[in-house]
């Protein structure tokens, strides 16, 4: 069921796959409006201003807005393109409290520098801390066919006059979970790091205000026919997560993919001509054109849809279910299985555990919250004034 977010989208909102009815409706449930219980235990998004759709600008001013006004995050990535995008969205948008850097889309040296070369860039006064350098089963396969050879594409870094602050991020998230209030994670890379925070302290999701990811697909996938880039690379991981983090916000590929940029996006991130608007632009008509050489129209830049996800979630449609992680499957592995039936009509078609050929595991998964639809025109503005304004 569409509900009233979604019902005064402009015509270029619609520029959702083909077929792609929320299938939460589908199979009877009532798909949420992203109210701010749906997404976090307290939304920060409750202080921050409607944008418009109209315009190059949404107008929200986020610079007269004071930090304390703002979403403190740990933001968990691998840079990559859309990683950094994404960082300068936080940047604007959220208090940056901490980055940590994972093994992902390159390799952990070149995520960390990318963070680094990225808040060095944007004069962004936050702390990268160094995480995990491989998954915690799976074999390291990158996505550097996506991302360039080192995670930026051809954009001209300068040379580094930040270094570290650790070498522990999954320290870092643990302690910083306790330490600061309300604060939300926000994961857009492998889970390897995450996971590991939560099996060094099971009570993590309590000390934090929301945890969010970019990962997972609903339909499918990005690098099989139905496993996403970020729950693949470390399925391990993602399944420790939606098991143990409930309730987690996952940013599917669903979602991400109705968010587009093309050339047009890249002229007005380029028209705004600062340092970070420059660098900011290379970025997108990189990941523009790598998307043209595998067959898409435009590029999704599926990490920064996440942050808006923790900003503005009444810009999006969002509804529970539980999620579980194939590990198994000769063809599936890394999918992240959204159980779409009434939680009564899984609590009774389940089949007893000692049937091993049930196959069915959702009854012991929490539920997370699956984003399905975004009014995807007002997204786009939010991220292009967040890299021209930054
Ligand atoms: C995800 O995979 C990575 O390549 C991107 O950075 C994004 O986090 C999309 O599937
Ligand atoms: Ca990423």
Redesign the pocket.
């Known amino acids: 069921m569409m509900t009233a977010n979604t019902t005064n989208q402009s015509s270029s909102d619609n520029i959702t796959p083909a077929g792609n009815t929320n299938p939460a409706s589908e199979a009877g449930h009532t798909s949420q409006t992203s109210s701010a219980s749906s997404v976090s235990k307290e939304s920060p998004a409750t202080s921050i201003s409607q944008a418009t759709t109209t315009g190059h600008t949404s107008q929200t001013n986020q610079a007269a807005r004071t930090a304390a006004d703002k979403p403190k995050i740990v933001f968990d ?7 950094a995008i994404a960082i300068l969205t936080a940047a604007y948008f959220c208090d940056i409290v901490g980055i940590t850097t994972v093994n ?2 390159v390799g952990i040296d070149y995520t960390t520098h990318n963070a680094l070369a990225v808040a060095q860039i944007a004069a962004l006064d936050v702390e990268v801390h160094r995480g995990a350098s491989r998954p915690l089963i799976a074999p390291t396969i990158d ?1 550097a066919r ?2 360039g050879a080192t995670g930026l594409g051809d954009a001209k870094l300068p040379s580094l006059t930040r270094t570290v602050a650790s070498n522990d991020a999954v320290g870092y998230i643990c302690d910083t979970a306790r330490s600061v209030d309300e604060l939300h994670l926000v994961a ?2 492998p889970l390897t790091n995450l996971a590991l925070a939560l099996r060094r302290d099971p009570d993590l999701p309590k000390h934090l205000q929301s945890i969010t990811i ?2 997972g697909s609903a339909r499918i996938g ?2 099989t026919p139905v496993a ?3 729950a693949w ?1 470390d399925p391990e991981a993602a399944a420790i997560v939606f098991k143990e983090a409930a309730p987690v916000t996952m940013v599917g ?1 669903d979602v ?1 993919r109705q968010i587009l940029f093309g050339m047009t996006e890249v002229d007005r991130i380029r028209e705004a001509a600062t340092p970070t608007a420059l660098f900011a632009a290379s970025l997108v008509a990189y990941a523009y054109e790598q998307s043209l050489q595998r067959g898409l129209s435009a590029a ?1 830049i ?2 920064a849809v996440a942050v808006i996800t923790v900003t503005h979630p009444h810009l999006f449609t969002i509804s529970a279910h539980p999620v579980t992680v194939e590990l198994q499957g000769e063809t599936t592995r890394g999918m992240t299985v959204v159980d779409l039936r009434p939680r009564k009509r899984i609590e009774s078609e389940t089949r007893p555990a000692s049937d091993s050929s049930s196959g069915n595991t959702s009854p012991d998964n929490p539920d997370s919250n699956v984003v399905w639809e975004a009014r995807s025109e007002t997204v786009r503005n939010l991220i292009l004034e967040a890299v021209t304004t930054l």
Not at 77 to 83: E, N, Q, R, V
């Open positions: 990535c691998d840079p990559g393109l859309d990683d992902g889309n996505a996506v991302h857009v890379g970019m990962g990005n690098v996403e880039f970020n690379a590929l991400t999704p599926h990490d």
